[in-house]
């Protein structure tokens, strides 16, 4: 462990663990906490750090009592860490897919905008088409209606 620019080792105590060395080692997991101001709750890699070295002593504690129930311990540990690992890249994983979406559908919505400007522009355009229809068909009426009085009339001038 490097502190300070300083490499420290430390040596395993072959002397078994009693209740006071665990009080102490969660007393000193607390001041830890507190001096390198672990939050409490979500994910803080300074707490996730201090108590995976809390949990490899009393490991090492386990173990100097019982081979047995230390070897297990590390096995478990070792599980928890493939599966800890496992939901972080299926995590990331889930991300990244949520990016990857978010971009189609904002990609998706500019192409939307897009039809939407080209559809409204193309409606216009059929609008002014139906009002030029309309006064084109208003003034044939208007024509047939004047060419009809006219041969009604040239019609009633001839009966005289």
Known sequence: ??????LWVRYVSPTPATSAD????RKDLEKKLESMEA????????REEL?????DELIRQITINCAERGYL?????DEVRMFKG??????????????KKALIADQSKSEM?????????????LVK??????DNAEEIVRKDAEERAVVIEDHEEMKR
Do not use: H, W
Not at 51 to 55: D, I, R, T
């Open 86 to 99: 496992a939901l972080q890249q299926l995590y990331d994983s889930s991300i990244a897919y949520g990016m």
């Open 129 to 134: 088409l139906i009002e030029e229809l309309d």
């Open 51 to 55: 108590y995976v070295q809390c949990f």
């Open 73 to 77: 311990l590390v096995r478990v540990r």
């Open 39 to 46: 939050r409490d709750s979500g994910i803080c890699p300074v």
């Open 22 to 25: 665990v009080t102490n080692l």
């Open 113 to 125: 905008a897009d039809r939407i400007k080209a559809l409204e522009k193309e409606n216009k355009e």
């Open 1 to 6: 462990m490097i502190e300070n620019n300083q």
